[in-house]
Each structure stands twice: as C-alpha cells, then as structure tokens.
C-alpha cells in the first residue's frame, strides 16, 4: 500500500521563488527543494509546508509504511489554469507511482480548495494544514513594525491620518473640551477610513478624465449635473435656515424643519441631473431608457412622501400652519393621505409610461439586460 504526502501550493508561491519545474517528487528532490526555497524567502511560510510532508513522509516509513512525498504548485495566469495545472501534475504522480492514497499538506485556506482536485483521483486519508507559531517577544514585534512601516501603501492609509489626528488633538484641546477633541479626533479618523474603505480616492482620481471625456463628447448632463450640484447646495442652505432653536430634548422637529424646506430643491436638483442623463440616451441611440424614464417619477413620488410626512409631524408640533383650500382646512392626518397618495399615483403614471415606452421599442427589454450584464 502506497502513500502520497503532497504538499499543495495553489498560488504557485514555490515556482516564482525558485523556478522548478512541477511536481518535484521523491524524498532527496523535495529535501533539496527545503533549502532552495528557505535561502530564497526565509520568510515564507511554504517552508514549513515543505517540512511538515517531508516529516509526514518520514513517520509514515517509520511505521512500515510505503510513502511518497512529492509537490504541486499551480502555474497559470489565472485560478482556473492554475487548479489545471495542478490536476494535471497530480496525474503525472499517479502514473508514476499509482498510490492508493493520499495525504494532503497545505498551509493556507486558500491551498484546501485543491482537496477536491485530488479527491477525485484518489482516496484522500488526511489534509494536514501547517500553521506556524508566532514568537511573542519585543524583536518580533519590532520586525513587524519594520514591515509594517516599509509598505507605502499601509504608510499613506494608516500613519497619515494618524498624524494629522495627533497634530490637531493639541489645537482641539487648547480651543474646546477634551469631549469635543476627542469627537473631532474620532470624526477624522473615521472619515478617513471611509475615504479608504468606500474607495473614494478611485472614483476622485477617475474623476477629471470622466469629465474630460463627457465634455469632449458633448454630454448635456455635464450642464445638468452643475446645475443639480447648486440646487442641492441652496436646497441644504435653506433647510438649515428654516431650523428654529426649540427645546434640548426635541430632536424631531429641526430634523423635520430641514427636510420639509430641503426636499423640494433636492428633488429639483435629482430631476434636473436624471433630465440631463434622459437627453443624452435619447441623443445617443434616439430612444429613452426604461430606468432612465422610471427615474424622475420615482424623484417626484419620493419627494413627496419625504415632504409630507416632514410636514405633518410640524403641523403636529404647530411649527407648520394647517392646510386650507377654499377656505376648508386639512387637517394633518387628512394631509399626509394626500401626499402619500399623490406619490402613488405619480409612480404608478411613471410605470405605465415606461411600459407604454418599452412596449414601442420591442428591443428595449433586451438592451436592458444587455447593459445589466456588461462589467
């Protein structure tokens, strides 16, 4: 009975270290493989996977038994030619040696996605995963550090914002609390993890050629968005004008003042940008969209559900004056049913256009899952 201990490297870390060809097999080629890849990285961790089969190998022929250790690391430039690669290297050892088992060495999760690769050719008795022990002590951690502080990338990420924090914490401590300080530090911190995380230093370095493009394109959502951009500033502007000082513990209703005096310029700002985007689709391929179409009733509905429930908790507070039309006044319940159902009837006027829309472009459906599917 014959069996294969084999080390797995699904990431191919051993073939860029030392350029061997795949699979190395036998005790003597894998033992001197140890050494060139260990002089080449130290650091590496598939060292470790090389020793543990190789003392695997060394237990299994103490106890009387036949085994083979050998190594397969996936060359490809993608994971699909890689796991290929591996498939293919693990039938050459079959046929070398036609063992009647296995036993799978890897060192990382990644690594562990091979097991099926080999369980499909031949039994697989065990799947060793090396993990490596860390020292604990002060020259550990300052090699870490050493590390850590040689990335630029973590450098710009992490020490940045760090420094700017513990610039401004001085200045935030002489001026206010040490509440305020540490709210402001927090806020800076956070705000740059965002930055980070959301990707918004992407999206800003994409930013110039994205415009450059739509304006040597001729774009007229290039105007439309400048525009929405100042309707939405004068719509904040005049939401925060329109909050009066009320009790400390009231919360609600600045909230509900800065909505009900906001959301008719930032609908107007939404309907503006969607308008602009609406010509350009209706220029370049001399139809609308259906999403497209769907948007400003979706603006306009959302509006007025937004204004409405903002206007009828301030009418109940007696911050906002009744409703009167034709001398009847509306009460504010009364109110709220009538915005939430105007919203309504706007969305489903919206859809029924869209339909009416795709239904005069048969190919619309299609072109939609089309532009849905493409990267």
Same mark, same amino acid.
């Given at each position: ?20 060809? $795949? ?44 085994? /083979? ?16 690669? +591996? ?9 070398? &040696? ?44 300052? &090699?870490?550090? =050493? ?42 911190? !956070?705000?740059?993890?965002? *930055? =980070? ?25 290039? +105007? ?20 009066? %000082? ?9 909230? $509900?003042?800065?909505? *009900? ?30 999403? &497209?179409?769907?948007? %400003?009733? !979706?603006?306009?509905?959302? !509006? ?6 903002? !206007? *009828? ?35 489903? /006027? ?5 339909? =009416? /829309?795709?239904?005069? *472009?048969?190919? @619309? @459906? ?8 493409? %990267?």
């Amino acid at each position: 009975m014959t069996t294969l201990v084999l080390c797995v490297d699904r990431a191919d870390d051993i073939g860029r270290t030392v350029g061997v060809s $795949m699979p190395v097999d036998g005790w003597d080629a894998v033992r001197s493989l140890v050494t060139e890849v260990g002089l080449a990285d130290p650091e590496d961790s598939t060292v470790n996977c090389l020793l543990e089969a190789l003392r695997v190998t060394r237990d299994l022929r103490s106890a009387d038994e036949e085994a /083979v250790v050998a190594v397969v690391s996936g060359a490809g430039d993608t994971a699909v030619n890689a796991d290929r690669s +591996v498939a293919a290297q693990v039938d050459d050892l079959l046929d070398r &040696y036609a063992p009647d088992s296995a036993i799978i060495v890897t060192d990382s999760a990644d690594d562990e996605r091979l097991v099926p690769i080999v369980e499909s050719r031949l039994p697989v008795d065990s799947v060793d995963r090396v993990v490596v022990r860390q020292a604990r002590d002060i020259e550990s951690t300052y &090699y870490l550090l =050493k590390q850590f502080l040689a990335d630029e990338e973590l450098r710009s990420t992490v020490l940045v914002p760090l420094g700017i924090g513990l610039l401004l914490l001085p200045v935030l401590l002489v001026r206010f609390s040490l509440g305020v300080a540490l709210a402001g530090l927090a806020s800076l911190l !956070g705000a740059a993890v965002l *930055y =980070k995380g959301l990707a918004i230093d992407d999206h800003l370095a994409r930013l110039p050629d994205q415009i450059r493009d739509a304006l040597y394109s001729g774009q007229v959502s290039v +105007v439309t968005y400048a525009v929405a951009v100042g309707l939405a500033l004068v719509g904040l502007f005049l939401g925060g004008l329109a909050i009066s %000082p009320v009790a400390d513990d009231v919360v609600l209703v600045p909230v $509900m003042q800065f909505f *009900y005096s906001s959301i008719p310029w930032l609908a107007l700002a939404a309907l503006t940008a969607s308008a602009g985007r609406l010509l350009d689709e209706l220029i370049d391929a001399d139809r609308i969209p259906r999403p &497209y179409l769907n948007l %400003p009733f !979706g603006v306009i509905a959302l !509006g007025l559900v937004v204004r409405g429930f903002a !206007g *009828y908790f301030l009418e109940r507070e007696d911050v906002l004056a009744h409703l009167q039309v034709a001398s009847v006044t509306i009460q504010p319940t009364e109110r709220l049913a009538l915005f939430v159902v105007t919203a309504i009837v706007v969305s489903l /006027v919206g859809v029924r256009i869209a339909a =009416k /829309v795709a239904h005069d *472009y048969p190919g @619309e @459906e299609e072109t939609d899952a089309e532009a849905v599917d493409r %990267p």
